[in-house]
């Protein structure tokens, strides 16, 4: 089974790399951004079948490791 | 119109901020994890209302920003 686990910075935690990116696509020539935030995607090949003890398990390392909760807000999407 | 842009490394590129991360979440005591692959995630805040040239413009600032398209390849989600 496959997660993808998406990490975002939460709403009102700054950005400065998203900023940056801003900054460059301006001075690339595109207009009309009004904003860019960066995250981080996982991708996790687990070797468990059942779904809801490899949902359990990828929120467990969210908490633990692949997310900063006081600053970062995660999603996870399973697949087969 | 908001353009949520995901690049991930292309199967056979080395990933070694992925294995580390196999390595820490073996010593945080998960098993049975066969592999992870980071990957980066962008949100794009558009002033443009039009769908397709969303989408021409996201697409674009992939090929020329985003995404090294050597070594990486890039999914477009757009939601209104």
């Known amino acids: ?3 993808r686990v998406t990490v975002t910075l939460k709403p009102g935690v700054l950005d400065p790399q998203g900023q940056a990116i801003v900054g460059s696509l301006a001075s690339l020539g595109f207009s009309g951004i009004a904003g860019v935030r960066q995250g981080k995607v996982f991708d996790v090949a687990l070797d468990k079948t059942d779904r809801a003890q490899a949902e359990a398990a990828v929120r467990d390392m969210c908490e633990k ?9 995660y999603a996870i999407e399973l697949r087969t």
Chains 1, 2 share one sequence.
Do not use: D, F, P, S
Request: charged content about 10%.
């Open 1 to 3: 089974m496959h997660a």
């Open 65 to 73: 490791l692949l997310a900063n909760t006081v600053i970062e807000n």
